[in-house]
C-alpha cells in the first residue's frame, strides 16, 4: 500500500513536470515564431516588397506580430488551448485594424520608413491589449463576467512584475552579447559582431529571449509574488512624497493665480500625469485590498488624502483644456488629452468617493479600478479607429471654426491642414481652395503648392509675437511696418525674444537713395530692403565667422556704426539663372606661415 502511493506521488510528479515542460516549449515556440515574422517583415521592408510596398497592410501585420504574441507568452498554461487561441486571434485581429486605419489615413512622406506607424497607436495599442488581457483571464478561469478584485490585482500586478523582469533579462542578454563579440574583436575575430548585427540573428534570438525569460518567471510564482511584494511596499511609500508635493502645489494656486500656470502651454499634460502618479502610487499602497495587506496608519491617511486629491487635479485638466479648445479649437492632442480626461475623471469620482465613504477602508476603489479599465480600453479602441478618429474630428473643427468667422483667413493653419492631418485634411485644403472667400482660396492654394512645413503654427507664432524685442540705436527709429511683419514672420529674429534684444539700424546699403534695415541679434545680423509691395524682404544674413563667436557681440558692434565693403567679386548670372556668391573665408591667424 506505501509503495503504490509513492509510486503515485511520483507519476503525478513526473506528469506535471512533463506538463511544465511542454508549457515552456510551447512559449519559447512562440517567441521564436514572433521572431521569424519579426525578420520576415524586416527583409521586406529592406528589400522593398510586398507587403512593404502596401504601408497601411505593413503596419497592420507589424502591430498585431508585434504585440499580439506577446498576450500568447502571457496566456499560456493560464487559459485553455481553445479559449487562449480564439483570444489572440481576436486580439491580433483587432491589431491589425488599428494599424492599418493608422498608416492608411495619412498621407506619407517619401522619407516614411516601415512600419510607418506613429507612436501613439503602438503606446496605447499596447495599453489597451495588457489591460484587456487582464480583464480577460480571470474571468475566463473563474467561468464569470466579473471577478472578485483580489483576482484582477493578482494577475495584472503579477504580469506587470514578469514583464520588468523579461525585459531586463532581454537586455542584460544582449549587454553579454556584445561584450563576448567585443572580447573576440581584441583578437581580430569578427564574427560574432557580424553574428549579433544581423537582423537574422538578432529578430529571432532577442523574442526568443523574452520569451524564455517569461516562461523561467511564470515557473517561479512564488518569487515573483515576493518581488512584487517588495516592489508594492517600496512604492507605496513614495505615495507620502507626491501627496504632499500636490497638496503644496493646490495651496499655492490661490496666491499664484491660474495665469502662469496657463502660461506654460502644458499644464494639461502635466495635470494629467501627476493624476496618474497618483492613481498608480494609490493602488500600490491599496494593492487587493485584503486585511492582510493593510498598510501602516500613515499609508492608509495618505491615501484618503491622495484619492481626495486626484478630482481637483483631473477638474483643473479639463478646465485648462476647455480653455485651449475654446481659444484654438481641437487638435488631435487635444483629443488625446480629452479622453485621458475622461478616464481621469471616472477615477477622481470613484477615488473620491472611496475616500469620503465610511465603512470598509477605500473599497468603492476596487469597482472605479475595474469600471475605468473597461473604459480605457473602450476609448483607446474608439480613438484609434475611424469611430474617433482625432485627425478627422480635429480637421472637421478647425475647417468650421474659419467657416463660422471665429477664425480669420490670415490666422488659420492651412499647413496643418497641408502636412500634419493625413487625406482628411487634404480633402479639406481642396475644399478651401473651391471657397467663396478670396483670401481663404489664395491662402489654401499656396498651402496647397507648398512641399515645407511652417517652421510655426499660426498659435506659435501669435505667441512668439509677444516675444519679439528690438530697439534701434541712438537717433534712429524703427520703420513703422517693420515690426509687424517681423511680428507675423517671427523665425525672421528667433534671437530677437525672451532674455534677447535685437539692435536696429537703418542705412542705405546699395545706394538706391531708400534706407534698408540691418538687425543684428548676439551672432549674426539680418539684411532687409524694402520691396515696391512696402514688404521688407531679407537679403542677406551675416554672420560672425572669424574671431571667438561666443564673446563676440555683433549688436555693441551695430551700435557703433557700419561701413560697406565692396564685393570683391560679383554674382554671376548664367543661362538667365542667378547664382549667388558664396565668399570663402579665411581669418587671418598671427604666426601663420
Known sequence: MTETTQDTAHDTGRAGLRGENRLFAAGV?????????????????????????DPALFGGLALAIGFAPVAALAGVGRLRWPVLAIWIGVAALTLFLLGWHDVARRVLAPYDQAPFLKFPVMAFSAAALFIAHHL?????????????????????????????????????????????????????????????????????????????????????????????????????????????????????????????????????????????????????????????????????????????????????????????????????????????????????????????RPGAWMKPLERTNVVAAVLSVLVILAL????????????????????????????????????????????????????????????????????????????????????VKIEPVAGQTLPPDFMAQIQSQPDLALNCRADETCVLRTVDLDGDGRQDVLLASRTAILGFTAGEDGRWNLQARYNATCGNTASTDLRAALRTGVETAPVPLPNLIVNGRRLQLGQEVRCDTKGAR
Open 136 to 356: 480577460l483571464t480571470p474571468a475566463v478561469r473563474a467561468r464569470r463576467w466579473v471577478v472578485d478584485y483580489h483576482q484582477y490585482f493578482d494577475v495584472a500586478w503579477k504580469a506587470g512584475v514578469q514583464l520588468a523582469l523579461s525585459l531586463g533579462f532581454t537586455g542584460a542578454f544582449w549587454i553579454l552579447l556584445q561584450l563576448g563579440a567585443a572580447l573576440f574583436d581584441l583578437i581580430g575575430l569578427k564574427f560574432l559582431t557580424e553574428l549579433v548585427r544581423s537582423a537574422w540573428f538578432a529578430l529571432p534570438v532577442t523574442c526568443t529571449a523574452f520569451a524564455i525569460a517569461v516562461q523561467l518567471t511564470d515557473v517561479r510564482d512564488g518569487l515573483i509574488r515576493g518581488v512584487r511584494t517588495v516592489a508594492l511596499m517600496l512604492l507605496s511609500w513614495l505615495l507620502l512624497v507626491i501627496t504632499v508635493l500636490t497638496a503644496g502645489f493646490l495651496a499655492a494656486l490661490p496666491f499664484t493665480g491660474l495665469e502662469p500656470l496657463w502660461a506654460t502651454r502644458s499644464a494639461t499634460a502635466m495635470i494629467l500625469a501627476a493624476a496618474a502618479a497618483l492613481i498608480i502610487l494609490i493602488n500600490t499602497a491599496y494593492q487587493d485590498g485584503q486585511p492582510d495587506n493593510l498598510p501602516p496608519l500613515v499609508l492608509q491617511i495618505a491615501t484618503r488624502v491622495a484619492s481626495v486629491l486626484v478630482a481637483p487635479l483631473v477638474v483643473l485638466a479639463i478646465w485648462g483644456l476647455s480653455l485651449r479648445i475654446g481659444q484654438h479649437g481641437l487638435t488631435p492632442d487635444r483629443i488625446i488629452a480629452a479622453a485621458c480626461a475622461l478616464v481621469g475623471l471616472v477615477y477622481a469620482g470613484g477615488y473620491l468617493f472611496a475616500a469620503v
Open 384 to 467: 484609434f479607429s475611424p469611430l474617433l478618429d482625432p485627425t478627422r474630428l480635429s480637421v472637421a473643427d478647425q475647417v468650421a471654426r474659419l467657416e463660422r468667422g471665429k477664425v480669420a483667413p490670415a490666422d488659420f493653419d492651412y499647413s496643418f491642414l497641408r502636412f500634419d492631418s493625413g487625406k482628411a485634411g487634404r480633402a479639406a485644403l481642396d475644399g478651401l481652395i473651391g471657397s467663396n472667400d478670396a483670401e481663404t482660396a489664395r491662402l489654401a492654394r499656396e498651402a496647397k503648392a507648398s512641399d515645407v512645413r511652417s517652421a510655426y503654427s499660426p498659435d506659435e507664432k501669435r505667441e512668439l509675437a509677444r516675444q
Open 29 to 53: 515556440g512562440i517567441g521564436l515564431i514572433q521572431g521569424l515574422l519579426l525578420y520576415g517583415l524586416y527583409r521586406a521592408a529592406d528589400g522593398k516588397v510586398w507587403p512593404s510596398t
